[in-house]
């Protein structure tokens, strides 16, 4: 399989004391790795520093074979897909015009969008399934809609990495499952995608490898069912965790396995 | 769509109309006919190199009315682009172009020019020299410092601004109360009333070229507006692509504050005014301002020569007319940004 990412020894620093130090994975194409891990533990800044965003104090970062520390962010983006936990976007855009922005690094400094790149724009709208939305304004959007929306902008940068930066924190339980479903469809049309999350169960549910960051450091890189389990889970939160086959459904769900005390 | 061009065609067109009307107005009457003929006359005499008798109509028209024309287009076009790129930089809707101190330094330059020098020339070189020191300071605390992001040169404008303001302020203490005050306090107003050809000559060049730039980077700004770490994941090099729009745009607005004193308002209300008819799309966002502007200005010009028997300073009218409409587009909540 062709190698896509490569992480090696990679640490972080702000200035006092590493956010996490020697992270080592790797990812293949069409394959989908979640990161777990308890807040803080640096999931975000770990993406943030693949992205080209922060800039890591050692290691390296190689995409399709190329250090990203010898690329210029334009470079960078033509490879990697960055979808940020939120937006905050001060000026309601047109939600083609929003997509259409992730064309900018095969644009040059003083071009606009052509006919193509809005081609482009609304091949990624239709991919993950909001056509419709395409002249609705940004700021009306629900919380749903707008994760979506910033997922069709990575792709329509058209890169080999999308890097979803917890996909799914803000959403209720139907837009849960329909971004994984697109995560899911995603990779199975080739797409190599790094996601992080709060929820072991979603990493059962769409990743081929999952990956915890913890205590500064990678704990356990892996098999997502030999990284999910009941002893590993309990031990990266500290809490009493269980992971059980559901028969009828041939699969693996991952739940809090303490009685929660009822006050009544 | 359909409705969305015609709006864009009248914006357009909405200069050139208003620059034949600005001819017909003004506190010296002019008969209508005869300014027809002068434009006609003169226009044949321009192309064929005939040297005609000036009348008082022609020199009304040609060397107080149209210089004044053009000056208010260019003054008006140059401070709503510098808006219009200054909010979206600092992703800020309330910013204005002299978010910077470029507005004080300016007004300090020109303060000192009429203290110490008395020619109009050099007045305008100091605001232009002042006014683009002031944004080099600015730049270079926003640079030092050991904050990121585009919040540091905000801040950093206002420290440089309040400096200047203070200047200006021990000018004044020192000026002469009878003759120097009164120019300081009007200049500090705005006013178009002695613009001459040479001086839109010379706001023509840097307004022409910062203007250039920024319009071809309008797309940019767009990504820009997004926030620093997704410009950044998209791709764009924002150091350095912010230092050249904030270049640019304080070049613009040095340029016309220079000629035209600080007139305030202009730089926040227009591109409002532009996002709310197109929406926020830097695309055409930032033509729409740029033409806007100028109509925007003009009219505030003639109103300014026009309502009272002596000349009203610009920057008393666009404060009184541009904060009740900004007040009445806040009302209204079609601000286009929330």
Redesign the interface.
């Given at each position: 399989m062709e190698l896509i990412l490569e992480v090696k020894s990679l640490s972080f620093s702000y200035g006092n004391g590493n956010i996490f130090e020697d992270v080592f994975f790797s990812l293949e194409r069409g394959k989908v790795i979640c990161i777990l891990g308890p807040n803080g533990a640096g999931k975000s800044t770990l993406i943030?520093c693949i992205?080209?965003?922060f800039k890591p104090s050692g290691g390296s970062v190689c995409i399709l074979g190329n250090d990203t520390s010898l690329m210029?962010?334009?470079?960078?983006?033509?490879c990697?897909g960055?979808v940020?936990q939120q937006?905050?976007?001060?000026?309601?855009?047109?939600v083609l015009?929003f997509v259409v922005?992730?064309r900018?690094?095969h644009?040059s400094?003083?071009?606009?969008?052509q006919q193509e790149d809005i081609r482009i724009a609304r091949e990624s709208l239709k991919m993950v399934g909001i056509s419709e939305l395409e002249d609705k304004v940004t700021?009306n959007l629900s919380g749903g809609q707008l994760q979506l929306v910033l997922i069709a902008r990575a792709l329509t940068?058209k890169p080999s990495l999308l890097l979803l930066d917890e996909p799914t924190s803000h959403l209720d339980f139907g837009n849960q499952v329909k971004v994984l479903e697109i995560v899911r469809k995603l990779a199975v049309s080739g797409m190599s995608i790094m996601m992080n999350t709060h929820m072991p169960d979603h990493a059962l549910l769409v990743g081929d490898n999952a990956a915890v960051l913890s205590c500064n450091r990678m704990m356990l890189v892996g098999n997502v069912i030999d990284v999910v389990t009941t002893k590993n889970m309990s031990s990266v939160y500290g809490t009493n965790v269980v992971v059980r086959e559901i028969e009828d459904m041939a699969r693996k769900v991952c739940i809090p396995g303490s009685e929660l005390p009822l006050y009544k | 769509m359909e409705n969305k061009s015609h709006t864009l065609i009248f914006l357009y067109v909405l200069p050139f109309v208003l620059i034949v009307f600005s001819l017909f107005v003004g506190r010296y009457q002019i008969q209508v006919s005869s300014v027809i003929d002068e434009i006609i006359i003169s226009s044949y005499a321009l192309l064929y190199g005939i040297h005609l008798p000036v009348s008082t109509d022609h020199t009304v028209l040609f060397s107080v009315r149209l210089p004044r024309i053009i000056a208010a287009l260019l003054v008006g076009s140059a401070l709503s682009i510098a808006g219009v790129s200054f909010q979206g930089v600092f992703r800020n809707p309330l910013v204005s172009p002299y978010i910077l101190g470029v507005g004080s330094g300016a007004g300090f330059g020109a303060c000192l020019g009429i203290l110490l020098f008395d020619s109009a020339l050099i007045i305008q070189l100091l605001a232009f020299i002042f006014g683009l020191l002031a944004m080099f300071f600015a730049i270079f605390m926003g640079k030092v410092s050991r904050g990121t992001g585009s919040l540091v040169f905000v801040l950093a404008g206002i420290i440089v601004g309040s400096i200047f303001t203070s200047l200006i302020s021990l000018v004044k203490y020192v000026a002469d109360p009878y003759d120097e005050l009164p120019e300081i306090v009007f200049w500090l107003m705005g006013s178009l009333s002695t613009v001459r050809y040479e001086d839109i000559v010379w706001l023509a060049f840097p307004l022409v070229i910062g203007a250039t730039v920024l319009l071809l980077l309008r797309w940019r700004i767009n990504v820009l507006s997004l926030g620093d770490e997704e410009a950044k994941a998209l791709g764009v090099d924002i150091e350095r692509i912010r230092l050249v729009i904030i270049l640019c745009a304080t070049l613009v607005t040095s340029a016309a504050v220079s000629i035209s004193g600080i007139i305030g308002w202009v730089g926040l209300v227009v591109p409002h005014i532009a996002r709310m008819l197109v929406g926020p799309n830097y695309s055409i966002l930032m033509p729409v301002s740029f033409v806007l502007g100028a109509s925007f200005l003009l009219l505030v010009d003639d109103l300014a020569r026009t309502i009272a028997a002596t000349e009203i300073p610009l920057g008393i009218i666009t404060s009184l007319f541009g904060a009740p409409l900004f007040a009445y587009l806040i009302k209204r909540g079609r601000l286009g940004w929330n």
């Open positions: 943030k992205a080209g965003i210029s962010n334009g470079e960078i983006a033509r990697i960055y940020p937006n905050d976007t001060i000026f309601p855009f047109r015009d922005m992730g900018t690094p644009l400094m003083f071009s606009s969008p700021s940068q | -």
